[in-house]
């Protein structure tokens, strides 16, 4: 019951947060969407933005784990703001090399969560992943 109230509770938050964040888009205000993003690693994950930066897709999970958050929903909350935080870098106009990292990561939380539970593997998602890596 707890866990299934804290997954509801990131997936109300993450909506927030790609609402603001698709408002901010939208308008070209790239830098206020990224901040958007930035601060929703610390509220929803309680993970700070420079460990996310610093760290690969398979220390985050290891991070997630002993944090109790083993959950393949929370993988695809966060892939889903790291695609769209890759987005923001791509349509800014960074560096290619600078964006791929950030897909790779997000590209690697969507197949963690497909691989934990087939039930992710739906068509949204299979494109999202088409879409990654067709990007790298």
């Known amino acids: 019951m707890f866990q299934r109230d804290y997954i509801l509770r990131m997936i109300e938050q993450l909506t927030k947060v790609l609402t603001k964040v698709l408002f901010n888009k939208g308008n ?7 901040d958007e993003i930035r601060k929703s690693y610390r509220t929803i994950f309680g993970i700070d933005e420079v460990i996310i930066y610093a760290s690969s897709a398979e220390e985050i999970v290891e991070l997630l784990k002993l944090r109790g958050k083993n959950d393949p929903k929370v993988y695809i909350i966060l892939a889903e703001l790291l695609r769209e ?3 923001l870098f791509r349509e800014s106009g960074l560096a290619k090399e600078e964006y791929t990292i950030v897909y790779q990561k997000a590209l690697s939380l969507y ?3 497909l ?5 992710f593997q739906t068509k949204e998602y299979l494109e999202k992943i088409n879409f990654i890596l067709d990007e790298l």
Not at 28 to 34: D, F, G, K, L, S
Not at 115 to 119: C, E, F, W, Y
């Open 111 to 113: 197949l963690e969560a």
């Open 28 to 34: 070209q205000n790239y830098e206020a969407a990224h």
């Open 85 to 87: 935080e890759a987005d």
């Open 115 to 119: 691989l934990d539970n087939p039930v």
